[in-house]
């Protein structure tokens, strides 16, 4: 479309941004309609039966968005049959629980669309005065990256817009930095259609949610994202990758500390529990939405930080860093995502 690039952007976000807050209570209709629906249980945090599937509205609305905004390519071609993978496969997961070798096998063959055919690869990265080219090493590197994004996010959806809002504030911290670099690629339109598509769920999606997303939305945004940080940051720096990662903070660390958990435990790191960083919140008498809240709150100081890093207003960047490293530590040491401090000292 030859318009003007700041009313594009603007179009890009609110059209799929309406098109995906007007979808979602149908979607709800379809998930009441095949049983699609999230049961509480020891695990979880709600109280009665939710909707799933709400994916299927952020990936419409995305859809929709890219019908008008967006131009064709084999990368993108290789991105909508990977959304595709990725989202039947949450859609039968959130009707029919499926097996996690299952969800892995899928997740992985979508990888491989978008690593092979699209030849979206992490080829290489300068750090230090050190030039590293992963040759052929380029292949399976990128597909663990992006299959680390999809089950990163896939874990971090424990509450009510927890994944979403995460979600967007990832997409909003690209979009200025794409604004501020003056890059209006293909990272520029999946950034910007993302952001109104996943902002349109999370107003039924906040606290009190009326629907989850279920598997095929986390998984869908875990794609994405690991798409578009490959697509808009795969220059040779080293703070190229680095900076959507921190950017994503909440959710890897989330990772690593229950990969660490359980592994300590003796348990398989798929085994399920409630010792997240949005449980150990809640377990100090954080309301449900002051949890989600304190969470977006650290997720932007993250993103503030990567900003200000690309502004080149480095030393503040590094003193928002420092702080947030000192508030990681804290939190490890004062509560049980990583030890179960309380058990331990009843032994002793």
Same mark, same amino acid.
């Given at each position: 479309?030859?318009?003007?690039?700041? #009313?594009?952007?603007?179009?890009?976000?609110?059209?799929?941004?309406?098109?995906? @807050? #007007?979808?979602?209570?149908?979607? *709800?209709?379809? @998930?009441?309609?095949?049983? %699609?629906?999230?049961? !509480?249980?020891?695990?979880?945090?709600?109280?009665?039966?939710? !909707?799933?599937?709400?994916?299927?509205?952020?990936?419409? %609305?995305?859809?929709?968005?890219?019908?008008?905004? $967006?131009?064709?390519?084999?990368?993108?071609?290789?991105?909508?049959?990977?959304?595709?993978?990725?989202?039947?496969?949450?859609?039968?997961?959130?009707?029919?629980?499926?097996?996690?070798?299952?969800?892995?096998?899928?997740?992985?063959?979508?990888?491989?669309?978008?690593?092979?055919?699209?030849?979206?690869?992490? +080829?290489?990265?300068?750090? =230090?005065?050190?030039?590293?080219?992963?040759?052929?090493?380029?292949?399976?590197?990128?597909?663990?990256?992006?299959?680390?994004?999809?089950?990163?996010?896939?874990?971090?959806?424990?509450?009510?817009?927890? %994944?979403?809002?995460?979600?967007?504030?990832?997409?909003?911290?690209?979009?200025?930095?794409?604004?501020?670099?003056?890059?209006?690629?293909?990272? &520029?339109?999946?950034?910007?259609?993302?952001?109104?598509?996943?902002?349109? =769920?999370?107003?039924?999606?906040? &606290? !009190?949610?009326?629907?989850?997303? $279920?598997?095929?939305?986390?998984?869908?945004?875990?794609?994405?994202?690991?798409?578009?940080?490959?697509?808009?940051?795969?220059?040779?720096?080293?703070?190229?990758?680095?900076?959507?990662?921190?950017?994503? @903070?909440?959710?890897?660390?989330?990772?690593?500390? %229950?990969?660490?958990?359980? *592994?300590?435990?003796?348990?398989?790191?798929?085994? !399920?529990?409630?010792?997240?960083?949005?449980?150990?919140?809640?377990?100090?008498?954080?309301?449900?939405?002051?949890?989600?809240?304190?969470? &977006?709150?650290?997720?932007?100081?993250?993103?503030?930080?990567?900003?200000?890093?690309?502004?080149?207003?480095?030393?503040?960047?590094?003193?928002?860093? $420092?702080?947030?490293?000192?508030?990681?530590?804290?939190?490890?040491?004062?509560?049980?995502?990583?030890?179960?401090?309380? *058990?331990?000292? +009843?032994?002793?």
């Amino acid at each position: 479309m030859n318009i003007d690039i700041n #009313l594009k952007s603007i179009l890009m976000i609110l059209i799929p941004f309406i098109f995906s @807050a #007007l979808i979602v209570p149908f979607v *709800k209709k379809v @998930a009441n309609h095949v049983r %699609a629906m999230d049961i !509480p249980n020891e695990r979880k945090v709600h109280k009665i039966p939710m !909707p799933r599937l709400g994916g299927l509205a952020i990936f419409f %609305a995305f859809l929709f968005g890219y019908m008008i905004f $967006g131009d064709v390519s084999n990368a993108m071609i290789s991105i909508l049959i990977g959304s595709f993978i990725i989202i039947l496969t949450g859609m039968v997961d959130d009707i029919n629980p499926v097996d996690a070798k299952i969800k892995l096998l899928f997740q992985t063959l979508a990888t491989l669309v978008v690593v092979f055919y699209g030849q979206i690869l992490l +080829k290489d990265i300068s750090a =230090f005065g050190i030039y590293l080219d992963f040759g052929i090493f380029a292949y399976p590197i990128t597909i663990i990256f992006i299959l680390g994004c999809i089950n990163c996010m896939n874990l971090i959806d424990g509450l009510d817009g927890l %994944a979403a809002g995460i979600s967007s504030i990832f997409f909003a911290t690209v979009a200025a930095i794409t604004l501020i670099r003056g890059q209006f690629g293909l990272p &520029y339109e999946l950034t910007f259609i993302m952001l109104g598509s996943t902002l349109g =769920f999370l107003l039924h999606n906040f &606290y !009190p949610a009326k629907i989850f997303m $279920g598997d095929s939305g986390s998984m869908f945004l875990g794609f994405i994202i690991a798409v578009i940080t490959l697509l808009g940051f795969k220059n040779v720096m080293m703070s190229s990758i680095i900076i959507p990662l921190l950017i994503l @903070a909440i959710p890897i660390l989330d990772t690593f500390f %229950a990969i660490i958990r359980r *592994k300590l435990k003796g348990q398989s790191v798929s085994v !399920p529990d409630k010792a997240h960083i949005h449980h150990q919140l809640l377990s100090r008498n954080f309301s449900h939405r002051n949890t989600v809240l304190i969470i &977006y709150l650290i997720n932007v100081l993250f993103s503030l930080a990567s900003i200000f890093y690309v502004l080149k207003n480095r030393p503040l960047g590094y003193i928002i860093y $420092g702080i947030l490293v000192i508030i990681v530590v804290t939190f490890i040491f004062k509560t049980n995502v990583i030890v179960d401090h309380t *058990k331990r000292g +009843k032994s002793c």
